[in-house]
């Protein structure tokens, strides 16, 4: 479905240039919840960018559903693929309401049913009409990530790129979302990308997982076998025993992996 | 060890004046500190990080403190003056926050940011204060601390500005530290290393912890005692060994949601709030 | 008492039936902030009350204010003539209050004029980035660079003397540093992630920055507006006062200071009442302008 060969992302020109992510090459297959963990400036989140059309330096070759996506992207990509991100205060404009938000799609690619698709999209994501006219301040955390699903999912997509969709949630909001997300890539057949730094979450829902540490593909590890904690390279294994929490003696034995 | 009581906290509350009513963001709040690591955890608005700010008096002043006891050696940080505060404020009790990005002075340089937190609370020449500095640097394992002593706090990475934290508030040498979500910003393994930096400050010097933080896995496993805080009160204290043994919906509920490495949680059940959980409790000891 | 707690109640509430009721929601609240600043609330006053003179000019006074009667010239304030008379005879209260219908008329065409320049230019350069920003910023600086006085002169010297003239050069005076307020706002909003997500929507930049940008500029652009309406007021009296704006009989507020110049000190009344009015209108804008940047300060929360 997806297709990745050998990414390559640099921020700024000539002797500025970072080169945030080298060598990345993965695939996902359709319907598939594929993991993308790291640790921050990995580049995790810089891939699911480019991904998405948010970047323009990269190199490589990015295929979806066949189509070899070149520098620009078209309008038919984006009903194809769109992006949850991870902040839910950002990434709703405190100005436009829940209808404005959720409008703004369906004006952008001309659909003339807009009533019924935002009503709709607010009941998939478990929200009542209620809803509709409020502004982002008046919505908790959790409700402003259901419209952000909402948000993405109106367009009736089948690529999901997850950008940490939970980490600035509540644990108990977090459940929801997760449960949320796993009934609509079911109900819909949807194929995830998701990137996050919470092993334990991407345990939960990936089937495969592609590591990452400072721009540089790691590892790519089965959901099997991040469960069972046998990983096969060294900084998997240390970020899998920094996730079960503290414990003085393992802490010593941490090590800078460049 | 025995331990002595630090801090004796008896119906702490705080209430906010909004325009949709009055809004009480700590009720009933009980709890005595001694020489050791208490975690405070709870979601958004639990009043976690109100109650940790009520006891250094920092509540925004649209905000209400009372309590029938809140006693620290002797003060009574309930009644006292601000100037008596201000002697407790950082020298006595230290506070540690969420974000070196915004709680470092952003035009100061690191080092003479470490410096000037001993200077304002002891009486030095600035030699002496940035002798002390250094030393700090060094304690808070930053290698090359002349180096980082120059740098500006956006020089600096996540871990280190944190590191840089703890060391200005430990160098005034305080009883008791109040930490906000200390670590909420890094990186797992940065996360466990700061914490590792603070378990031992802690236990050399015989300080006493609040550990104020969501995540209830972390807590649990750093700290020795546990208080669950929901709406504003706390419902459960735990020892942070007995965690599988809470009593109390909540806590039981959030430890259930919580996706688990092994992946044995299969779908994760959705917390039910019983609105019974915000009904005022009596929880004076 | 029924009817305002309902009406109360509507302002309040959470869930909203239509974009009417959030947005009458969000101009309550914020209408609130506005009213517990005793500051801002003297300014509004201010301008209120030059709104509700403006408005019932026709009601407050008896002629047009141009009417001479040159043997009651130059008397000092009295029962019959509340300011006094000027050097023609005319009644000063009377020329004030059809003379705040010039001010306002001044400052509405200015302000209709500079602010869509200024929030466009701002938010396409700042949005856009690259040649077109270097492009845009260097026109604005041409235009920063003249003293707003001296451009003004210059323009009207050219196009001949006349209010609508000196708006018109007070105005191209006065858009560049919107601009520039508009370019810095739109610089930080366009890394957002609502900017991300409307752009893997497929959303043009044109509707991006009319969208997304612009809304977040508006109240940056409101407050310098109004902190910037003291200036207005004084480049359109100056400009009157040189005899380049307002043309005689009609009785702009600057112009009746310049004719009225030689009788300070004898007959203080005739030029003094303006500048006094003139003096008013101004700090009401400015105080005006302090309040609503307390209310719609994005970082003290929404």
């Keep these: ?258 | 060890m025995a331990t002595k009581t630090l801090l004796d906290i008896e119906n702490l509350n705080v209430s906010f004046d909004t325009p949709k009513g009055i809004v009480e963001a700590v009720r009933n709040v009980s709890f005595t500190l001694g020489q050791e690591r208490l975690g405070l955890v709870g979601e958004s608005g639990s009043g976690k990080s109100q109650t940790g700010r009520a006891i250094l008096r920092l509540t925004a002043s649209q905000g209400h403190i009372s309590a029938d006891k809140m006693d620290f050696d002797g003060i009574d940080l309930i009644n006292a003056d601000e100037k008596t505060l201000r002697g407790v404020r950082g020298s006595r009790i230290s506070m540690i926050m969420q974000d070196p990005r915004y709680s470092l002075n952003p035009i100061m340089t690191v080092g003479h940011q470490v410096a000037e937190a001993y200077l304002v609370h002891s009486k030095s020449s600035k030699r002496e204060a940035r002798e002390r500095a250094m030393e700090m640097l060094k304690t808070v394992h930053i290698r090359e601390p002349e180096k980082v002593y120059k740098l500006y706090p956006h020089e600096v990475s996540g871990g280190m500005g944190q590191r840089i934290m703890i060391a200005m508030m430990l160098i005034p040498d305080p009883d008791i530290i109040i930490a906000d979500e200390p670590t909420s910003a890094l990186d797992v393994t940065v996360q466990l290393q700061v914490l590792a930096l603070l378990d031992d400050m802690v236990r050399d010097r015989g300080m006493g912890l609040i550990f104020i933080s969501h995540d209830l896995s972390l807590v649990a496993s750093f700290c020795d005692r546990v208080l669950v805080m929901y709406g504003g009160q706390i419902v459960e204290t735990l020892d942070a060994k007995a965690l599988h043994e809470a009593k109390h919906p909540y806590t039981q509920g959030l430890l259930n949601c919580l996706p688990r490495l092994d992946g044995s949680h299969k779908i994760l059940p959705v917390l039910e709030r019983d609105p019974a959980w915000m009904i005022a409790q009596d929880t004076r000891p | 008492m029924t009817t305002s707690n309902t009406l109360r109640a509507w302002l309040l509430s959470d869930s909203p039936d239509s974009a009417f009721q959030a947005r009458c929601q969000r101009f309550y609240l914020g209408w609130r902030v506005f009213r517990s600043n005793p500051i801002a609330l003297a300014g509004f006053i201010i301008i209120a009350t030059l709104l509700t003179v403006a408005l019932l000019a026709p009601v407050l006074t008896t002629s047009d204010g141009t009417l001479q009667i040159l043997s009651d010239r130059l008397q000092p304030p009295s029962a019959s003539h509340w300011f006094g008379t000027d050097e023609l005879g005319r009644d000063i209260y009377e020329r004030i209050v059809w003379g705040s219908r010039v001010t306002l008329y001044i400052v509405s065409l200015v302000a209709v004029i500079v602010v869509p320049i200024g929030l466009f230019i701002g938010t396409v350069a700042g949005y856009v980035g690259g040649w077109v920003d270097n492009l845009l910023m260097r026109l604005t600086d041409i235009f920063l660079a003249f003293p707003r006085l001296i451009l003004a002169l210059a323009f009207v010297s050219a196009l001949g003397p006349g209010l609508e003239n000196a708006v018109l050069a007070i105005a191209l005076t006065t858009w560049s540093p919107f601009a520039r307020i508009a370019r810095a706002e739109a610089l930080t909003i366009r890394n957002s992630e609502h900017i991300m997500a409307a752009r893997v929507q497929g959303a043009s930049s044109m509707r991006i920055i009319i969208h997304h940008v612009t809304p977040l500029c508006l109240s940056s652009m409101i407050v310098r507006l109004t902190l910037d309406m003291a200036g207005i007021i004084l480049t359109a009296a100056g400009l009157g006062f040189l005899g380049l704006g307002a043309q005689p009989p009609l009785p702009e507020w600057g112009a009746m200071i310049s004719t009225g110049r030689n009788y300070l000190l004898d007959q203080w009344w005739v030029p003094t009442i303006p500048g006094i009015a003139i003096l008013v209108v101004s700090m009401g804008f400015n105080l005006l302008g302090d309040g609503l940047r307390d209310v719609l300060d994005p970082r003290s929360g929404d």
């Design chain 1, 1 to 258: 479905m997806i297709r990745v060969e050998n990414l390559g992302i640099t921020f700024g020109r000539g002797s500025d240039a970072v080169h945030a992510v080298r060598g990345v090459s993965f695939e996902v297959g359709e319907g598939e919840n594929f993991g993308l963990v790291g640790e921050s400036g990995s580049g995790k989140s810089t891939v699911l960018r480019a991904i998405a059309g948010l970047n323009d330096n990269w190199s490589g070759r990015i295929v979806i559903d066949g189509v070899e996506l070149g520098a620009k992207r078209d309008r038919a990509f984006h009903k194809r693929l769109q992006m949850v991100f991870q902040d839910p205060y950002g990434s709703l404009h405190p100005r436009h309401t829940v209808n404005d938000i959720l409008k703004e799609p369906l004006s952008i690619h001309g659909f003339t049913d807009t009533e019924n698709r935002i009503l709709k999209a607010l009941s998939e994501v478990g929200l009542g009409p209620e809803f509709r006219f409020r502004f982002p301040h008046q919505l908790s955390g959790g409700q402003r990530q259901r419209i952000a699903i909402a948000r993405a999912l109106i367009l009736e997509p089948s690529v999901l790129l997850l950008d940490e969709p939970t980490s600035a949630l509540d644990v108990s909001v977090q459940a929801e979302i997760l449960n949320l997300l796993a009934r609509l890539r079911e109900e819909y057949g949807l194929t995830y990308i998701m990137v996050s730094h919470n092993l334990a979450v991407v345990a939960h829902v990936c089937q495969r997982i592609a590591v990452m540490n400072r721009g540089l593909f790691v590892e790519e590890i089965t959901q099997e076998q991040l469960r069972s904690q046998t990983p096969e390279q060294g900084y998997t294994r240390q970020l899998l025993t920094a996730s079960l929490g503290y414990d003085r003696a393992k802490i010593d034995e941490f090590v800078e992996f460049t």
